[in-house]
């Protein structure tokens, strides 16, 4: 309120000379300032708008940065994937962050690797599953290989045998795990030019996501 009263009696001043505003200007610091009006400005050094050395990559308001990719399904434009391995009830057991244009089965392997020990009721921890279900995408017979040197059933379905109308009998846990993802803000849009950045949020959201669980399971 009172810097919209101080303003309204600005507008009534006449040439370039400035009143004293009354409490806040006692001495006329202000309005001795105002009547000499702008000196010249300082130029020290190089101009700054000249690209130094470590200034000449990526620009503040330009877009890019690494894992990003042209998207196949977004009209080619840059971009970058999530991707997710959960268990049974949606939670996120390992993510990684690729290329928008990268195909799903290039990161399943690295995927099933970064599993973490699971505490089990008997017996040491569980390092991997019984079994892994996924979607046409991953039908390829070097990851079926890979699975079973894991001791992990693949349950992959099979390009021009399974029905697509029962995809998504196990597809929908995957789907949901994912929307708990990027319902975070910060990761719906990338706004982390460097990768291990963007891929740090990733991992503290699927961390948030298990915490969540665990509080609604022990309240």
Not at 6 to 22: D, K, L, N, W
Not at 88 to 94: A, V
Not at 168 to 185: D, K, N, Q, S
Request: hydrophobic share 35%; proline share 6%; with cysteine.
């Amino acid at each position: 309120m009172r810097m919209a009263a101080s303003a309204t009696r600005v507008r009534g001043v006449q040439g370039h000379r400035a009143p004293p505003v009354r409490r806040l200007d006692q001495g006329g610091v202000v309005a001795t300032v105002a009547r000499r009006g702008a000196g010249p400005t300082r130029v020290q050094g190089v101009d700054r708008l000249v690209s130094r050395h470590c200034r000449c990559g990526i620009g503040a308001g330009e877009k890019g940065g690494g894992l990003t990719g042209p998207s196949p399904v977004d009209r080619g434009k840059p971009g970058s994937k999530i991707h997710a391995l959960s268990d049974r009830n949606g939670l996120p057991l390992s993510v990684g962050v690729s290329a928008a244009n990268t195909h799903d089965s290039v990161c399943l392997e690295s995927l099933v690797q970064a599993i973490p020990a699971v505490r089990s009721r008997r017996g040491p921890r569980r390092r991997r599953p019984n079994k892994l279900h996924a979607d046409k995408g991953y039908d390829y017979p070097h990851l079926r290989r890979m699975l079973r040197a894991r001791g992990i059933r693949p349950r992959i379905a099979r390009r021009g045998i399974e029905s697509p109308n029962r995809l998504g009998r196990h597809r929908w846990v995957i789907e949901r795990t994912i929307a708990w993802l990027t319902g975070y803000r910060r990761l719906t849009i990338r706004y982390e030019r460097n990768p291990g950045l963007y891929c740090a949020f990733v991992t503290l959201a699927a961390a948030l996501t298990c915490h969540k669980r665990y509080l609604k399971l022990t309240t």
